[in-house]
């Protein structure tokens, strides 16, 4: 059940992302990215659990959902991005060349020239729907769409357990 309720916060955010995307409101837009890549993340703690006494667990749920060790909800890396987002701030100064920053930008990619892919700290490209991140990307169609099939799965698995 946890796992449908959280794909479908996923599923929200995702909604609310495209409205603030089209309205151009900035803060709506980071708010929802974030509550997308916090429901992903914790998807993913349900199928893939950090605790290794709970592997186990974790591939039955996966196994009896559907997932596979090549599902976009198993990379949690961009969530780790943005809830470490302190840390990332001191990476960047300390290692950036020209100390050029782009953050929480909604740009296609190339729309700013002269600006290192590493000084590009938060950037959704809405032509593509790609988020970005010091040159690592994010493509978040993918993500929503297996946070669509894990809800369904698993609800229609909740569904059955309650017949």
């Given at each position: 059940m946890e796992v449908s309720r959280?794909?479908?916060?996923?599923?929200?955010?995702?909604?609310?992302?495209?409205?603030?995307?089209?309205?151009?409101?900035?803060?709506?837009?980071?708010?929802?990215?974030?509550?997308?890549?916090?429901?992903?993340?914790?998807?993913?703690?349900?199928?893939w659990p950090p605790r290794k006494r709970s592997t186990g667990r974790g591939k039955e749920l996966r196994e009896a959902i559907g997932v596979t060790e090549t599902s976009p909800l198993k990379a949690r890396m961009f969530r780790n991005i943005f809830e470490h987002y302190d840390e990332q701030l001191e990476d960047w100064m300390m290692s950036s060349k020209r100390h050029n920053i782009v953050d929480s930008s909604v740009l296609p990619l190339g729309?700013?020239?002269?600006?290192?892919?590493?000084?590009?700290?938060?950037?959704?490209?809405?032509?593509?729907?790609?988020?970005?991140f010091r040159g690592s990307r994010l493509e978040i169609r993918p993500l929503v769409e297996a946070l669509r099939e894990v809800r369904d799965k698993a609800g229609t698995i909740v569904s059955a357990g309650r017949s």
């Open positions: 959280q794909a479908t916060f996923g599923i929200l955010a995702y909604e609310d992302l495209m409205s603030a995307v089209y309205a151009r409101n900035a803060t709506r837009i980071w708010y929802s990215v974030q509550s997308l890549l916090v429901a992903a993340g914790n998807v993913s703690k349900l199928l729309a700013i020239q002269g600006v290192d892919a590493e000084d590009f700290l938060r950037n959704i490209d809405p032509n593509d729907w790609t988020l970005r």
